[in-house]
């Protein structure tokens, strides 16, 4: 049975203050890990998809790196727009989410 | 990115009525949709797959014949919730799938629809 485990369930930073979101995951075999962005009310929004160990990808302030048993969520210089809740995925199995909220 | 809509937003009804909601992806082809719940404070849980022209695939534990799902089309899957009691009231989300090449996939999501049964 797939797992994921997101840490922490919630952050708060300053804006500015650089941090990671993890995701460990255990499954039976990976066919891309996922994450989300997901804000209040709404339904999540598509980030980024990695496939292998090793790969990253970046889009404005985030950067997402995977390794064979977890991925992480760097925020660089994070702006009270980056507050929202983070959910990462493997296939159709979702974390609980890291609430991040930036503080201005 | 590509739009997925979902219709309506909101719905408020009665014990015991049926609602319909609507998933369209607006700018691509989805083969395959996905109908998730998600209760407060807890992640999505998959409810069913849905692959166009076929049956649905449901995930253990939900009722099939009280979520029916439609895919009649590569661009519109439907739940409909029939004999809606309290404890569906939930916030539902469907996502489609659109494929990229050498077998990648992006998943697009809805804006999902707040159901509260009275």
């Known amino acids: 049975e797939d797992q994921v485990t997101q840490s922490p369930e919630a952050l708060r930073l300053q804006e500015g203050e650089s941090s990671s979101l993890n995701c460990s995951y255990t499954?039976?075999?990976?066919?891309?890990l996922f994450w989300y962005r997901q804000d209040p009310g709404k339904g999540p929004e598509f980030l980024f998809t990695?496939?292998?160990a090793g790969e990253e990808k970046e889009k404005e302030r985030l950067k997402a790196t995977l390794t064979k048993k977890e991925s992480f969520l760097h925020i660089t210089a994070p702006k009270p727009e980056d507050s929202a809740t983070y959910l990462c995925?493997?296939?159709?199995?979702f974390g609980i989410g890291t609430k991040l909220q930036v503080i201005p | 990115g590509a739009v997925v809509s979902q219709h309506p937003s909101r719905v408020i009804c009665k014990s015991g009525t049926s609602v319909k909601i609507e998933c369209r992806s607006l700018?691509?082809?989805?083969?395959?949709m996905f109908w998730y719940r998600q209760f407060p404070k807890q992640s999505l849980m998959l409810m069913a797959t849905?692959?166009?022209?076929?049956?649905?695939?449901?995930e253990q534990g939900v009722e099939k014949d009280k979520f029916l799902i439609n895919h009649a089309s590569l661009t519109l899957s439907t739940l409909t919730v029939t004999s809606a009691h309290p404890e569906d009231s939930s916030f539902y989300i469907c996502?489609?799938?659109?494929?990229?090449?050498?077998?990648?996939?992006?998943?697009?999501f809805g804006p999902g629809t707040r159901l509260t049964v009275t």
């Open positions: 996502s489609a799938r659109a494929s990229g090449i050498r077998g990648t996939y992006e998943q697009y």
């Open positions: 499954v039976s075999g990976l066919r891309g």
């Open positions: 990695l496939y292998s």
């Open positions: 995925a493997v296939g159709q199995t």
């Open positions: 700018d691509f082809q989805a083969t395959t």
């Open positions: 849905s692959n166009e022209g076929s049956k649905a695939t449901y």
